[in-house]
């Protein structure tokens, strides 16, 4: 980490050193949040920036509607800071660090239950098998909360919830990657969630400063700029600059995680030695030489100036201490007041125009330009001493051959770029002083920009930084910082369609990243963003997150919504899980009446067989298929509203259940549907004041009867051919050899007479009412069977229901026919066998032209049986008595 806090760099005049009291106040501030809290160690420099890069002064930029902001988080407007409020600005320690660093554990009486929390929750996450997905799994269900609970008029609070979620799972996995080992499962989950916290930091940064700056086109006019100072010039500069002051939040940003990731490193470096007032007791090893050869001068500056070197020992300890000083430095910012590393501060001289006796001491260098001019030449000083001056003077060079991380190498840019701008809006100002000129060409006339910053980075030497580029959360904080959404989404098209899965949080993160960037109506791809949220909403259905499902499905386009939350539903197996998802379907705005009717015309159409016909052989079980089929009907009974839908869909899947002989499954539809389902139709539009049912609805019902007479019929021949087949056998009689055995025959005689008797009646009953059953269907009233009563004009025929329903009057109607044959032959019922003929062939019913030519051939051989059966009995081929 080589990213420095923004203390450090700016030109603005700054407060006074940090004490070391101070310094573990901040600490406390910068860990790792406890408790949900309004600012998150993350967030301090969202609501307050006073540690931005030359601007301590400004007001950071937040949208100034309430259209988008939450209530009562307004700021005014830009204005001029007036003269004799700058000398406010300089605080002392405790008040810098109050301001600047607010403890997310203040307010908290005793928090060691905290840290026992987490080591309990630790304790038990070590014993899952990924702990850290455990862990990190309720992050689904509550960014949803948070989603919800949050109107569009909040969106940055929002934000603010997500990163507060993610920053306390990253505290809690830490805990367990302690124990694990950074080489576990759980240190990359770690790892992924650290990157999304600091991804909602960055973009709720910029884009409460880019909807303000949309929002505000008159902001020049509220900017009133004499040229007094170096710093108003500045302050002045970062109001009316967008550029300069994004690169300085892309800055902030980068030293609040280096602050995060360092956390009490500050505190525990080792100075070599106890008395610092001692200017050569770090070179203790020197000393000692120096004492014995009087070669060596004391002097501090000796190793630059009269190339004497120090002692081996000395160097390294001189090589450590630098390095941790850049480190210290780049956390601290003002952790030492070290006369060299005050020049970079802007002069300001708030006397001047004041109008006030009172003298106010003078802020900053007003050799700014000689003392930046001496930085650039420091070439013999270690690498890490020299990358401290190159970050205060915009040196690129030095602070790159120290950076070792992609986040390093941005900062260092962006630093630099911040750094080129503010000077040149001082020489174009006229008030940076001549030795600037000294400076090398490169620096004064560089064109800095954000795309040319990354494209720089692009073309580092380093294989870390170059892998890094490449990472999904840097390419999406890239792509943030530019602004440029078209250029994201491409990315996000690119890694839906890899053939290896995202990772489920970056899915997760994606897809409220889209919703947020939704919320504040930019203009987007929106393909893209529903192929985000259509993998998210797989993601959900796979990981069987059931009421997670609704709320994202409702982002989709309607006709998708449908189409995704009927997908979900045949997932849906648990009966008792049904009613609450489609409660949710309801909550979330979804059009539960068209999904239920797509889970149900797409169970039922999913391997559907042909309209067979009834004399080739099938299998007529139930199979699992089937039902599915018979359980989809379910879907629509949960809500009487639906009432008219589950009966057309009903009827359609006993149209093909009737087809295929599957008069079980076909039974089982007919039970699923409410009796009261036809009275229940006729109050729903009669509630609505339609007295007559439309046409499509009253057609449903009458199919619907259809349907129940053709399955009594087929039920009334099921128990007359089970009753037929069951006679009592005649008891064979034993030999009368004694009179006991004549009366055990005598007695199994009468016994079967008596049943004979029973059986026969009960026969007659059955013969009758499988013929009125059967003639019930043939003679169906009103057109007949299977025939729709009437049509509207104006809406659509389906096609394919006339199809079926014609197709299953040529295959029942000719089948029940042969079974009443059969049945009134085997009553002997000649007669009436005979009498069919004249209602098959009537004009009236017209049921001639469902048999086939085969079918009516086979039903004058039957006849022709019954004739011959008469003729025998001495009756005419009619079963009339013959005339003498």
Same mark, same amino acid.
């Given at each position: 980490?080589?990213?420095?806090?923004?203390?450090?760099?700016?030109?603005?005049?700054?407060?006074?050193?940090?004490?070391?009291?101070?310094?573990?106040?901040?600490?406390?501030?910068?860990?790792?949040?406890?408790?949900?809290?309004?600012?998150?160690?993350?967030?301090?420099?969202?609501? =307050?920036?006073?540690?931005? /890069?030359?601007?301590?002064?400004?007001?950071?930029?937040?949208?100034?509607?309430?259209?988008?902001?939450?209530?009562?988080?307004?700021?005014?407007?830009?204005?001029?800071?007036?003269?004799?409020?700058?000398?406010?600005?300089?605080? $002392?320690?405790? $008040?810098?660090?109050?301001?600047?660093?607010?403890?997310?554990?203040?307010?908290?009486?005793?928090?060691?239950?905290?840290?026992?929390?987490?080591?309990?929750?630790?304790?038990?996450?070590?014993?899952?098998?990924?702990?850290?997905?455990?862990? #990190?799994?309720?992050?689904?269900?509550?960014?949803?909360?948070?989603?919800?609970?949050?109107?569009?008029?909040?969106?940055?609070?929002?934000?603010?919830?997500?990163?507060?979620?993610?920053?306390?799972?990253?505290?809690?996995?830490?805990?367990?990657?302690?124990?694990?080992?950074?080489?576990?499962?759980?240190?990359?989950?770690?790892?992924?969630?650290?990157?999304?916290?600091?991804?909602?930091?960055?973009?709720?940064?910029?884009?409460?400063?880019?909807?303000?700056?949309?929002?505000?086109?008159?902001?020049?006019?509220?900017?009133?700029?004499?040229?007094?100072?170096?710093?108003?010039?500045?302050?002045? /500069?970062?109001?009316?600059? =967008?550029?300069?002051?994004?690169?300085?939040?892309?800055?902030?940003?980068?030293?609040?995680?280096?602050?995060?990731?360092?956390?009490?490193?500050?505190?525990?470096?080792?100075?070599?030695?106890?008395?610092?007032?001692?200017?050569?007791?770090?070179?203790?090893?020197?000393?000692?030489?120096?004492?014995?050869?009087?070669?060596?001068?004391?002097?501090?500056?000796?190793?630059?100036?009269?190339?004497?070197?120090?002692? $081996?020992?000395?160097?390294?300890?001189?090589?450590?201490?630098?390095?941790?000083?850049?480190?210290?430095?780049?956390?601290?910012?003002?952790?030492?007041?070290?006369?060299?590393?005050?020049?970079? *501060?802007?002069?300001?001289?708030?006397?001047?125009?004041?109008?006030?006796?009172?003298?106010?001491?003078?802020?900053?260098?007003?050799?700014?330009?000689?003392?930046?001019?001496?930085?650039?030449?420091?070439?013999?000083?270690?690498?890490?001493?020299?990358?401290?001056?190159?970050?205060?003077?915009?040196?690129?060079?030095?602070?790159?051959?120290?950076?070792?991380?992609?986040?390093?190498?941005?900062?260092?840019?962006?630093?630099?770029?911040?750094?080129?701008?503010?000077?040149?809006?001082?020489?174009?100002?006229?008030?940076?002083? &001549?030795?600037?000129?000294?400076?090398?060409?490169?620096?004064?006339?560089?064109?800095?920009?954000?795309?040319?910053?990354?494209?720089?980075?692009?073309?580092?030497?380093?294989?870390?930084?170059?892998?890094?580029?490449?990472?999904?959360?840097?390419?999406?904080?890239?792509?943030?910082?530019?602004?440029?959404?078209?250029?994201?989404?491409?990315?996000?098209?690119?890694?839906?369609?890899?053939?290896?899965?995202?990772?489920?949080?970056?899915?997760?993160?994606?897809?409220?990243?889209?919703?947020?960037?939704?919320?504040?109506?930019?203009?987007?791809?929106?393909?893209?963003?529903?192929?985000?949220? *259509?993998?998210?909403?797989?993601?959900?259905?796979?990981?069987?997150?059931?009421?997670?499902?609704?709320?994202?499905?409702?982002?989709?386009?309607?006709?998708?919504?449908?189409?995704?939350? #009927?997908?979900?539903?045949?997932?849906?197996?648990?009966?008792?899980? !049904?009613?609450?998802?489609?409660?949710?379907?309801?909550?979330?705005?979804?059009?539960?009446?068209?999904?239920?009717?797509?889970?149900?015309?797409?169970?039922?159409?999913?391997? $559907?067989?042909?309209?067979?016909?009834?004399?080739?052989?099938?299998?007529?079980?139930?199979?699992?298929?089937? &039902?599915?089929?018979?359980?989809?009907?379910?879907?629509?009974?949960?809500?009487?509203?639906? !009432?008219?839908?589950?009966?057309?869909?009903?009827?359609?899947?006993?149209?093909?259940?009737?087809?295929?002989?599957?008069?079980?499954?076909?039974?089982?539809?007919?039970?699923?549907?409410?009796?009261?389902?036809?009275?229940?139709?006729?109050?729903?539009?009669?509630?609505?004041?339609?007295?007559?049912?439309?046409?499509?609805?009253?057609?449903?019902?009458?199919?619907?009867?259809?349907?129940?007479?053709?399955?009594?019929?087929?039920?009334?021949?099921?128990?007359?051919?089970?009753?037929?087949?069951? =006679?009592?056998?005649?008891?064979?009689?034993?030999?009368?050899?004694?009179?006991?055995?004549?009366?055990?025959?005598?007695?199994?005689?009468?016994?079967?007479?008596?049943? /004979?008797?029973?059986?026969?009646?009960?026969?007659?009953?059955?013969?009758?009412?499988?013929?009125?059953?059967?003639?019930?269907?043939?003679?169906?009233?009103?057109?007949?069977?299977?025939?729709?009563?009437? &049509?509207?004009?104006?809406?659509?025929?389906?096609?394919?229901?006339?199809?079926?329903?014609?197709?299953?009057?040529?295959?029942?109607?000719?089948?029940?026919?042969?079974?009443?044959?059969?049945?009134?032959?085997?009553?002997?019922?000649?007669?009436?066998?005979?009498?069919?003929?004249?209602?098959?062939?009537?004009?009236?019913?017209?049921?001639?032209?469902?048999?086939?030519?085969?079918?009516? !051939?086979?039903?004058? &051989?039957?006849?022709?049986?019954?004739? /011959?059966?008469?003729?025998?009995?001495?009756?005419?081929?009619?079963?009339?008595?013959?005339?003498?």
């Amino acid at each position: 980490v080589i990213r420095g806090v923004s203390e450090l760099p700016s030109p603005v005049v700054r407060d006074d050193e940090v004490t070391v009291a101070a310094r573990r106040r901040k600490k406390v501030a910068c860990g790792g949040s406890p408790v949900r809290s309004t600012v998150t160690p993350a967030r301090p420099l969202l609501r =307050a920036t006073p540690a931005s /890069l030359f601007r301590q002064a400004v007001t950071p930029r937040v949208p100034d509607v309430s259209s988008i902001l939450a209530p009562d988080a307004r700021t005014p407007r830009y204005t001029h800071t007036p003269r004799n409020a700058l000398s406010s600005l300089n605080l $002392d320690d405790s $008040d810098w660090t109050n301001s600047m660093y607010t403890s997310p554990v203040s307010g908290l009486e005793n928090t060691s239950f905290y840290t026992e929390d987490i080591a309990n929750c630790s304790s038990a996450l070590l014993k899952e098998d990924d702990p850290g997905e455990s862990a #990190a799994a309720s992050l689904f269900p509550e960014f949803l909360a948070s989603f919800l609970k949050h109107s569009s008029s909040a969106v940055f609070e929002l934000l603010e919830d997500f990163q507060t979620l993610c920053q306390e799972k990253v505290d809690v996995l830490q805990s367990v990657v302690l124990r694990a080992g950074q080489n576990s499962k759980t240190a990359g989950v770690r790892w992924l969630l650290q990157q999304e916290s600091n991804t909602w930091r960055l973009i709720n940064t910029l884009y409460k400063d880019r909807v303000q700056l949309s929002l505000e086109d008159d902001l020049m006019a509220d900017i009133v700029a004499p040229n007094e100072s170096e710093k108003i010039v500045v302050e002045q /500069l970062f109001q009316k600059d =967008a550029v300069i002051r994004h690169s300085q939040l892309v800055v902030d940003w980068l030293e609040c995680i280096a602050r995060d990731q360092i956390g009490d490193f500050s505190d525990n470096i080792e100075y070599y030695a106890k008395n610092q007032n001692n200017l050569f007791v770090c070179e203790a090893k020197t000393k000692f030489e120096m004492q014995n050869n009087l070669s060596y001068i004391q002097d501090p500056d000796a190793p630059l100036r009269q190339q004497r070197p120090l002692a $081996d020992l000395d160097r390294e300890d001189d090589a450590r201490l630098l390095k941790n000083l850049f480190m210290l430095c780049k956390r601290c910012g003002q952790a030492w007041r070290a006369a060299t590393l005050e020049g970079w *501060k802007l002069y300001h001289d708030p006397n001047m125009n004041s109008g006030n006796y009172t003298l106010k001491p003078v802020e900053g260098n007003p050799h700014r330009g000689i003392w930046k001019t001496c930085c650039w030449r420091m070439e013999q000083l270690n690498r890490y001493e020299r990358a401290i001056y190159a970050s205060l003077s915009g040196n690129l060079k030095p602070i790159l051959a120290v950076c070792e991380s992609w986040e390093d190498c941005v900062w260092a840019h962006f630093r630099v770029m911040v750094d080129s701008l503010v000077e040149k809006e001082l020489l174009s100002s006229g008030m940076t002083n &001549q030795e600037v000129d000294t400076l090398p060409r490169e620096y004064l006339e560089a064109n800095w920009t954000m795309e040319k910053a990354f494209e720089e980075l692009q073309a580092t030497e380093s294989k870390r930084v170059l892998e890094e580029t490449r990472e999904h959360y840097h390419v999406i904080q890239k792509f943030i910082i530019l602004g440029d959404l078209d250029g994201l989404l491409e990315e996000f098209s690119d890694w839906l369609k890899a053939s290896k899965p995202l990772p489920s949080h970056l899915l997760r993160f994606m897809t409220h990243l889209v919703l947020f960037f939704r919320s504040l109506g930019l203009a987007l791809k929106e393909h893209v963003c529903v192929d985000v949220l *259509k993998s998210y909403v797989s993601l959900l259905i796979r990981e069987q997150q059931n009421n997670l499902v609704a709320s994202y499905v409702g982002q989709l386009p309607s006709d998708l919504a449908t189409a995704q939350y #009927a997908a979900f539903l045949e997932t849906v197996t648990q009966a008792e899980l !049904r009613p609450r998802c489609l409660q949710l379907a309801t909550e979330s705005g979804l059009d539960v009446a068209a999904i239920t009717k797509l889970v149900a015309e797409t169970v039922r159409d999913r391997d $559907d067989g042909e309209f067979t016909h009834h004399s080739q052989t099938v299998e007529t079980a139930t199979t699992q298929e089937d &039902q599915k089929k018979i359980d989809v009907i379910n879907w629509l009974l949960f809500d009487s509203a639906h !009432r008219s839908e589950a009966l057309k869909q009903s009827n359609a899947i006993m149209r093909t259940f009737l087809a295929l002989q599957k008069h079980d499954a076909a039974k089982a539809v007919f039970s699923k549907v409410p009796e009261d389902s036809m009275k229940e139709i006729c109050s729903q539009w009669a509630a609505v004041g339609q007295s007559v049912l439309p046409a499509e609805d009253e057609n449903a019902i009458r199919e619907h009867l259809c349907i129940r007479a053709y399955l009594e019929a087929h039920e009334a021949f099921t128990d007359w051919f089970s009753h037929s087949s069951s =006679a009592p056998q005649k008891p064979a009689p034993a030999p009368e050899v004694k009179f006991t055995e004549k009366v055990a025959n005598e007695m199994r005689e009468k016994e079967y007479q008596t049943a /004979l008797s029973a059986w026969s009646c009960r026969l007659d009953v059955l013969t009758e009412d499988v013929k009125e059953r059967i003639y019930n269907v043939l003679l169906f009233v009103d057109g007949g069977w299977m025939m729709d009563g009437r &049509q509207d004009p104006d809406s659509e025929q389906d096609s394919e229901r006339s199809h079926q329903m014609a197709a299953l009057r040529s295959l029942c109607l000719p089948r029940l026919t042969f079974l009443l044959l059969s049945v009134l032959q085997n009553s002997t019922r000649h007669q009436e066998a005979l009498r069919l003929a004249d209602i098959i062939s009537s004009d009236q019913h017209r049921l001639y032209e469902v048999f086939s030519k085969e079918e009516l !051939r086979r039903f004058l &051989q039957k006849l022709r049986e019954s004739s /011959l059966a008469l003729l025998d009995k001495g009756l005419d081929p009619l079963g009339y008595e013959l005339q003498q």
